[in-house]
């Protein structure tokens, strides 16, 4: 994906230039020019999924077999499945049975490299081929195929018939100010199955921000895994795959990168999270930029899922909870008597004015997102303080049990 995201980086680049910016600030100063960034990151995943959906052995209609993990990052990454649609995807189904009775004779499996879904797969091929049915088979890896998946396709005779192909979705932007891999299940395998492949990935990320924001001028290491990482990118430098840009080193505003390995810290994922983020996450769980809440309604709870692109959370996610219902409390308030003193200048207004009024009222936040927030830290705060009443009681309980068990101790040793 490298050469393809560098080939897409410089039209674009090509694109900003024609704006007006000056020759030297094309790759350092791109976040000025939003358009261009966020079509950037948008038009490599769409131009990378079609140019890899559109095999020259797979023309005309076709069905996509994906996993839950895939069908997120799709949603995610992909603004409109329309782009499946042009390149002949005709139904889309998830990878859940061995059964796939589909009359479509192109069949795409884009997965995980997971031996469970390699079972399936088989399955499915082998079931095809019982019932004399002639289709052809693209696999997808993402991010790549692994040696495990590789041994279990050659082992069960299936590998010959399929066309296999990897997808590296790379960084994925959640926010503004966090980039993610979105590698959730990459601990065991490397850590047990020694499965380097992870850190080539990450290698080739790091390679990508280099590319669009310029150099690193230092980049430091913690853990050895950290330090293979660098390794690797030292290894590509001498191959010749590193783009050296003297221009780009000296203007990029990236000073350093410290990359730091999870065997480092093992204690705080454990820990008690204070911050709003952090508390959204241990209860109901984000994922990729979703979380299911819980409101009540006449006595009833019920579970939504909303996405968290807000303006108001980006702003409250590293606050805790007291400091969150404070300014979410003011603001709701300020809105309220902004819309009240507007519609109290209402008669009064002309053109021009109701045109100021529309527009003002456009950039109001979303009442619902500011009461999500506001339910949400009600929760929060009546959860924990009973959880932390009932931990307190517990704790109690048992010192008093074992204070009495010692003392019963101490009496039969001064008895005896």
């Known amino acids: ?24 600030s094309i790759k350092v100063n791109l976040s000025q020019f939003e358009d261009h960034k966020s079509s950037f990151q948008t038009v490599i995943y769409q131009k990378y999924l079609k140019q890899k959906l559109s095999k020259k052995q797979f023309v005309g209609k076709k069905v996509l077999v994906i996993d839950q993990f895939i069908a997120d990052m799709l949603n995610l990454v992909i603004e409109s499945m329309q782009i499946l649609k042009e390149n002949g995807v005709d139904q889309i189904y998830y990878i859940d049975s061995d059964q796939l009775d589909v009359e479509t004779n192109q069949i795409i499996f884009f997965v995980n490299p997971d031996r469970q879904y390699m079972k399936r797969i088989v399955r499915i091929i082998r079931n095809n081929q019982l019932a004399n049915f002639n289709k052809k088979y693209l696999l997808i890896f993402c991010p790549r195929l692994n040696i495990v998946c590789k041994d279990y396709l050659e082992k069960e005779a299936v590998l010959g018939d399929l066309i296999i192909s990897n997808f590296n979705f790379d960084l994925i932007p959640l926010a503004n100010d966090q980039l993610s891999l979105e590698m959730n299940n990459c601990l065991r395998p490397l850590y047990i199955g020694q499965d380097m492949s992870i850190l080539q990935t990450v290698a080739e990320s790091i390679q990508r921000m280099e590319l669009v924001h310029g150099k690193f001028k230092n980049i430091y290491a913690q853990g050895n895994f950290s330090k293979f990482v660098i390794d690797i990118l030292k290894q590509k430098k001498q191959q010749g ?3 050296e840009d003297e221009l780009s080193f000296k203007e990029s505003k990236m000073h350093a990168l410290l990359i730091i390995d999870g065997k480092i810290d093992f204690i705080t994922p454990m820990l008690t999270p204070f911050t709003y983020e952090a508390l959204i996450n241990e209860e109901f769980s984000i994922k990729i930029k979703f979380h299911q809440y819980r409101y009540y309604q006449k006595q009833n709870c019920f579970k939504r899922q909303t996405k968290l692109n807000d303006s108001y959370y980006n702003k409250i996610k590293i606050m805790n909870i007291k400091q969150c219902q404070r300014i979410l409390e003011d603001k709701r308030q300020n809105n309220k008597q902004m819309i009240q003193s507007m519609k109290q200048q209402d008669n009064k207004m002309n053109m021009s004015d109701m045109n100021q009024y529309l527009t003002k009222l456009k950039l109001l936040p979303k009442e619902q997102n500011i009461i999500l927030h506001l339910n949400n830290l009600h929760y929060y705060r009546s959860f924990y303080k009973l959880t932390f009443k009932q931990i307190v009681r517990i704790h109690f309980i048992q010192y008093v049990r074992q204070l009495s068990s010692s003392c019963n101790t101490l009496n039969q040793v001064i008895i005896s």
């Open 1 to 24: 994906m490298f050469q393809f995201i560098k080939d897409s980086f410089e039209q674009v680049a090509s694109k900003v230039k024609q704006c007006g910016a000056p020759s030297n």
């Open 241 to 243: 795959e590193l783009i």
